[in-house]
């Protein structure tokens, strides 16, 4: 296996679940701890995302597992905890990328909040929420049981300020970064300083769950798309690979006195006023 980090970073043999491995941000994340020596357990709802994924990752090496599977049934996500400890013996790391928005809870331009359909909110409220709470349950128990681990939520500019047509998934957003706080002081309080829990706020990528709101199907750039660019000093969208260096680095020793932490990866937007 390949380690691309020096010794304080370095994350080689251990063993790390991605939740929504088959999308964009987690598969570069899954990715990019594999190239790091990491053995990961690849999951995502969507079972022909998860084959290619997992085809391209057995690329890297052969210590990959996919598993189709939905972050919203607790009870499979603890089966497959025990799955993992049977196979690797631990978990060291939880990447919970899966999430985003549904359609029907971002609202379009001519919508306003009371014509969302409150399935949709509780949907985009439900696969947020829970489905970054439930995988922390499932696999963090076996952390907690360790006495290490590491947890890596993903949270969204949307929590920092109102951005419109996105209530159900800024309100979601918001609830992980305080279950992050929350989870991070009760594992220190109760399990030791060796099980961690922060959070990344990324900026705006291109995923698959935003790209109808960001791109054109001519391929120019929404209205959305100029507005964020114009409250992004660096002027760009993030490159899907920029927010593996802030995994490892959370994930790794270097990171040891840092929990309960929300770090936006983001060219610069929450720093920035607009003017
Ligand atoms: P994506 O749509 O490419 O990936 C999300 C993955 O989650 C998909 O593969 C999907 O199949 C999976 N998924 C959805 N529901 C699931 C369920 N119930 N069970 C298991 N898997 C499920 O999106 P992305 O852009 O890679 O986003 C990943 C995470 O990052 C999301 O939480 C998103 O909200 C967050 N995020 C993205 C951006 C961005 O700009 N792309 C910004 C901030 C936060």
């Not at 594999?34 to 995502?44: E, F, L, N, Q």
């Not at 978990?91 to 969302?116: H, K, S, W, Y």
């Not at 419109?164 to 009760?186: H, M």
């Not at 260096?245 to 020793?253: E, I, K, N, P, T």
Request: hydrophobic share 45%.
């Amino acid at each position: 296996m390949i380690n691309e980090g020096n010794s304080l970073f370095d994350l080689s043999g251990r063993v790390a679940v991605v939740t929504g491995a088959g999308g964009v941000l987690g598969g570069s994340i899954a990715a990019s701890l594999m190239r790091a020596g990491v053995k990961v357990v690849a999951t995502d709802i969507r079972q022909e995302n998860l084959d290619t994924r997992v085809a391209e990752l057995k690329h890297i090496h052969e210590d990959v597992i996919g598993v189709a599977g939905n972050v919203l049934d607790l009870e499979n996500l603890k089966e497959l905890a025990q799955t993992v400890k049977k196979q690797w013996g631990r978990i060291d790391i939880l990447v919970n990328c899966a999430g985003g928005n549904v359609p029907g809870a971002t609202l379009r331009e001519d919508q306003n909040v009371f014509d969302m359909k409150i399935e949709d909110w509780e949907k985009v409220t439900n696969l947020n929420t829970n489905g970054t709470v439930y995988p922390c349950l499932a696999f963090g128990e076996v952390m907690a049981e360790q006495g290490s681990g590491s947890i890596i939520n993903i949270s969204s500019m949307a929590t920092y300020s109102a951005i419109t047509r996105v209530p159900g998934y800024s309100v979601s957003k918001s609830g992980i970064n305080i279950f992050t706080q929350w989870l991070a002081t009760e594992m220190a309080l109760k399990f030791g300083e060796k099980v961690r829990v922060n959070a990344l706020a990324p900026g705006f990528f291109i995923g698959d769950q935003n790209r109808a709101v960001l791109i054109n199907p001519d391929g120019s750039y929404t209205e959305r798309s100029v507005k964020v660019l114009a409250r992004t000093p660096m002027n760009r969208f993030g490159d899907i690979s920029e927010l593996n260096g802030a995994v490892q680095f959370l994930c790794s020793d270097a990171a040891s006195f840092i929990t309960g932490v929300i770090l936006p990866v983001d060219g610069g937007f929450t720093a920035f006023s607009g003017v």
